[in-house]
C-alpha cells in the first residue's frame, strides 16, 4: 500500500464514529469509490453490513447506529419512536437493544434499505408505516446524541400518541396508561397541534380517556374540542368494558361506573 492509500484509509477509520454504519453513497461523498471501498474490504480495514453498506472491521453496529445511517446518509424520513424513543429520554427503563423492540415510524411511502431489512431478527425492530400524524408537527421531534453520532426520535408528546396507536395488536393498554403516568411534563400546543392532526379516531378517543384519568394540569390548556372523536361505538379491547364517554372498550378495571 501506498503512502497515499494508507494516509487516506487511516484518515477514514479515524473519522469514522464507532457503532455508525457507513453507506457506498456517503463513502462515494467522502472520495471513496466503490473499487477503493472493495479492496479496503479485502484488506479487512472495514467490512460489509449488507449491500451498500459497512462498518468499521470488527465494529459492532446495532439497529440505531443503522439508523442514523439511514436518516442523514440517505435522507430517508424514518425515525425512532414509541416506547424506544421514551426510553432513550429517560422515560420508563432504559432500552437495551439486545432485548427490547426498536419502534420505527415513517410516512407510508418510505421504506428502509435491504439491507437494514435484512437484520431484522437480530437487531429486533418493529417499522411502523403510518400517516396517522402530520410529520411537519413543530417540536414534535428531538435529535438524540449517541457515542458520536445523533439521529431524530419523537418527542414525548408524539411518542405517546405512537404508542396509543399499536393498542392493541403491539402495544398492552395497562403498559401504555402506566408510561403516560410517566409523563406529567407535556408541552400543551405541540400535544394540542399532534391530536389535532391525528387522523386515528381510536388514537384521540383512547388519549381522552387517560388523559382525563390522570388530571394533569397540561391536559386543562387543551381545546378539548378541536380534537376528532368520530362517532359511534370502538371495540379496543376485546371482552373489555366499554366507556360510556368516550364509546371505547377498555379494561374492566379502569371503567368507573
Request: hydrophobic share 35%; proline share 3%; glycine share 6%.
Amino acid at each position: 500500500m501506498t503512502t497515499r492509500n494508507r494516509t487516506k484509509i487511516n484518515s477514514l477509520i479515524s473519522e469514522w464514529p464507532n457503532g455508525l454504519v457507513y453507506t457506498q453513497s456517503y463513502l462515494n461523498k467522502l472520495g471513496y469509490n466503490s473499487d477503493l471501498v472493495q479492496h479496503y474490504v479485502r484488506s479487512s480495514w472495514i467490512e460489509r453490513v449488507g449491500n451498500g453498506a459497512f462498518k468499521k472491521y470488527h465494529d459492532t453496529v446495532d439497529c440505531l447506529g443503522s439508523l442514523a445511517a439511514v436518516q442523514q446518509q440517505l435522507g430517508k424520513n424514518i425515525h425512532c419512536g414509541g416506547k424506544t424513543s421514551l426510553s432513550l429520554q429517560g422515560i420508563s427503563h432504559y432500552i437495551q437493544l439486545n432485548q427490547e423492540t426498536v419502534y420505527l415510524f415513517s410516512p407510508v411511502k418510505e421504506n428502509l434499505p435491504e439491507w437494514f431489512l435484512n437484520h431484522k431478527k437480530t437487531w429486533r425492530f418493529e417499522f411502523i408505516r403510518t400517516n396517522f400524524l402530520d410529520y411537519s408537527v413543530k417540536d414534535s421531534f428531538t435529535s438524540f446524541e449517541r457515542n458520536e453520532y445523533s439521529f431524530k426520535i419523537s418527542s414525548n408528546e408524539r411518542a405517546l400518541l405512537e404508542i396509543l396507536y399499536l393498542i392493541p395488536d403491539r402495544q398492552g393498554f395497562d403498559e401504555a396508561i402506566k408510561l403516560m403516568e410517566m409523563l406529567p411534563s407535556l408541552r400543551p400546543t405541540v400535544m394540542q397541534a399532534l391530536l389535532n392532526s391525528c387522523t386515528s379516531v381510536k388514537v384521540n378517543r383512547l388519549f381522552m380517556f387517560m388523559a382525563k384519568r390522570l388530571h394533569y394540569p397540561w391536559f386543562d390548556e387543551l381545546e378539548t374540542d378541536l380534537i376528532h372523536l368520530g362517532s359511534g361505538k370502538r371495540q379496543i379491547i376485546k371482552n373489555g368494558k366499554l366507556d360510556k364517554e368516550f364509546l371505547i372498550t377498555v379494561p374492566e378495571e379502569y371503567v368507573n361506573d
